[in-house]
């Protein structure tokens, strides 16, 4: 490790009554006040310039350097040691797609591809450092509730480490994909016949009555590696921060990590200007964009119902810290339809990038913020996509061939003979 690691140790503190936990303590809450815990590091010994220095050398360093969340290893876990558990991952491209940006109406629009990840979505950055936590603390089993890619996730990661993985998804409601990951990676998986939110309660007395460690994205650790999505992307774009960064909002422990990314490196002297956050919910499932419009003055629970089910959450966890990573970068926060979001979708797909429906919440809220004047055209944006197009191939397969009228942009299978005549009736005919 390099003179920039800090020798002082990180701690835990209390982001609503400010009690300060040892950084091996595994309550998942506040134990005095039931608030979220939030991960505080020293400040690196590096800063500027030379933390950027430091950063870029990690990048040709090979191994140990590998991974796009260990890389910033001084603003996520200063002092993992040996217990990393590492894929590795990150590392995720930035794409530049003209269909893309013609839809969204940006023509300086990047695609921050978390998809690109070892189990396809942006989960593996949290989880990586979540499951190192669980091997520092010495937990005998994990446990997360999830709508599917946080069980796909933690079922890879806690394989790798070797400690048994508990998950619980609501039955009926996780795309074929995702579940299919967690059975294959041998996490003992639950249906609960119940949504999200009632998966997210029953994990939490699970976890607290057998003393598994929660990987839910209430843990800060998870959060401490979600920031490298947004360091890494400042990273790509040489710390010259874009006006927006964009992403889809379900729980809010992204939209949290992202604030906190951006406040702390603002703070170190990596960039000098804070980029504006703008959260997209989908219109079924937006408790967040209620409140917003509220001012934060309110908190509603609302009954989910989306086709994107990764953002379908009625009741989202880490809605406080959500509201301070807005305030803090003046962000704002906007849903859009669930039309809207697939049509986004089979636009990102056709352009041969590709998302899952989630995903592209990020680029149909572009549209929408550049249509009511908020995002310029001449604005410099990244939109996030969060998870991979082979996540749910249900609702693609539905959007292309089942719906009636088909959709803009569906691409129906078409069935032929085996005979040439017919392949060149198909080549013939305009559509
Ligand atoms: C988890 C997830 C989200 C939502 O992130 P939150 O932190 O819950 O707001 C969005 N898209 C995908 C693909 C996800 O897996
Ligand atoms: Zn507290």
Same mark, same amino acid.
């Not at 930035?94 to 591809?113: E, F, M, N, P, T």
């Not at 999830?146 to 480490?161: I, K, P, R």
């Not at 040439?420 to 559509?431: M, N, P, T």
């Given at each position: 490790?390099? /003179?920039? &690691?800090?020798?002082?140790?990180s701690?835990?503190?209390c982001a609503?009554c400010?009690?300060?936990?040892s950084?091996t303590?595994? /309550?998942?809450r ?11 590091h020293?400040p690196?010994v590096l800063?500027g310039?030379?933390l ?7 990048? $040709?360093d =090979?191994?140990?350097?590998?991974s796009?969340?260990?890389?910033y ?8 040691g040996?217990?990393v558990?590492?894929h590795?991952?990150?590392n995720?491209p930035?794409? %530049?797609?003209d269909?893309?940006?013609s839809?969204?109406g940006? $023509?300086?629009?990047?695609l921050?591809?978390?998809g690109h990840n070892p189990?396809?979505?942006f989960?593996d950055?949290g989880?990586?450092?979540g499951?190192?936590?669980a ?9 997360c509730? +999830?709508?599917?890619n946080?069980?796909? +996730? ?5 394989a790798q480490?070797?400690?048994?993985a508990?998950v619980?998804v609501p039955?009926g409601?996780v795309?074929t994909?995702k579940l299919a990951?967690s059975?294959a990676?041998?996490a003992?998986t639950l ?7 009632a998966?997210? $309660?029953?994990v939490?007395e699970?976890?607290?009555?057998l003393s598994i460690y929660?990987?839910?994205s209430?843990?800060p ?6 920031k490298?999505i947004a360091?890494?992307?400042? #990273?790509q774009?040489?710390?010259?921060a874009?006006?927006w960064l964009?992403?889809p909002?379900g729980?809010?422990g992204n &939209? ?6 951006l406040r702390e490196?603002h703070?170190?002297?990596?960039i000098? *200007?804070?980029p504006?956050? %703008?959260a997209?919910?989908a219109? @079924? ?7 917003y419009?509220d001012e934060f003055t ?5 009954? %989910?119902?989306t086709?994107?089910?990764?953002i379908?959450i009625g009741?989202p966890a880490?809605f406080d810290?959500?509201v301070?990573a807005?305030?803090?970068?003046n962000?704002v926060?906007?849903t859009?339809?669930?039309? #809207?979001i697939?049509?986004?979708k089979a636009?990102?797909d056709a352009s @041969?990038?590709g998302c #899952?429906?989630?995903? %592209?919440?990020s680029?149909?809220?572009v549209? *929408?913020?550049?249509?009511? =004047?908020?995002i310029?055209? +001449?604005d410099r944006?990244?939109a996030?996509?969060? @998870? ?8 693609l397969?539905?959007?292309h061939? #089942?719906l009636t009228?088909p959709?803009a942009f569906?691409?129906?299978p078409?069935?032929i003979?085996?005979?040439i ?7 013939? $005919?305009?559509?």
């Amino acid at each position: 490790m390099t /003179s920039a &690691t800090t020798p002082r140790a990180s701690y835990q503190r209390c982001a609503t009554c400010g009690t300060e936990y040892s950084d091996t303590d595994a /309550s998942p809450r506040c134990v005095s006040c039931g608030g979220l815990l939030e991960v505080v590091h020293a400040p690196p010994v590096l800063r500027g310039a030379d933390l950027r220095a430091v950063f870029a050398a990690r990048r $040709s360093d =090979g191994p140990g350097s590998s991974s796009g969340v260990w890389r910033y290893h001084e603003l996520v876990m200063p002092n993992a040691g040996d217990y990393v558990v590492s894929h590795p991952e990150g590392n995720t491209p930035l794409l %530049a797609r003209d269909r893309v940006s013609s839809y969204a109406g940006v $023509s300086a629009l990047l695609l921050k591809h978390e998809g690109h990840n070892p189990t396809g979505s942006f989960k593996d950055r949290g989880m990586t450092v979540g499951v190192t936590q669980a091997r520092r603390i010495g937990a005998r089993a994990v446990a997360c509730a +999830s709508t599917g890619n946080t069980s796909a +996730s933690l079922a890879a990661y806690a394989a790798q480490a070797g400690i048994p993985a508990l998950v619980f998804v609501p039955a009926g409601q996780v795309a074929t994909g995702k579940l299919a990951q967690s059975l294959a990676y041998g996490a003992r998986t639950l249906l609960v016949k119940g949504d999200f939110d009632a998966c997210l $309660s029953l994990v939490q007395e699970a976890s607290e009555r057998l003393s598994i460690y929660l990987l839910n994205s209430i843990n800060p650790f998870r959060i401490e590696g979600q920031k490298t999505i947004a360091i890494e992307a400042l #990273e790509q774009l040489g710390w010259d921060a874009p006006d927006w960064l964009v992403l889809p909002a379900g729980n809010l422990g992204n &939209t949290a990590a992202f604030g906190k990314a951006l406040r702390e490196v603002h703070e170190v002297g990596l960039i000098d *200007r804070m980029p504006r956050i %703008a959260a997209i919910q989908a219109e @079924g499932a937006a408790p967040f964009a209620s409140s917003y419009r509220d001012e934060f003055t309110t908190r509603p629970k609302v009954r %989910a119902e989306t086709v994107a089910t990764a953002i379908k959450i009625g009741d989202p966890a880490s809605f406080d810290r959500a509201v301070t990573a807005i305030r803090s970068t003046n962000g704002v926060v906007t849903t859009v339809s669930d039309a #809207e979001i697939l049509d986004a979708k089979a636009v990102v797909d056709a352009s @041969g990038v590709g998302c #899952e429906p989630a995903s %592209a919440a990020s680029v149909a809220g572009v549209r *929408r913020l550049v249509k009511e =004047g908020i995002i310029r055209p +001449s604005d410099r944006v990244v939109a996030v996509l969060t @998870g991979h197009v082979l996540k749910d191939p249900g609702a693609l397969l539905r959007y292309h061939q #089942e719906l009636t009228p088909p959709p803009a942009f569906a691409n129906p299978p078409v069935e032929i003979e085996p005979t040439i005549e017919a392949v060149e009736r198909v080549l013939g $005919s305009k559509d």
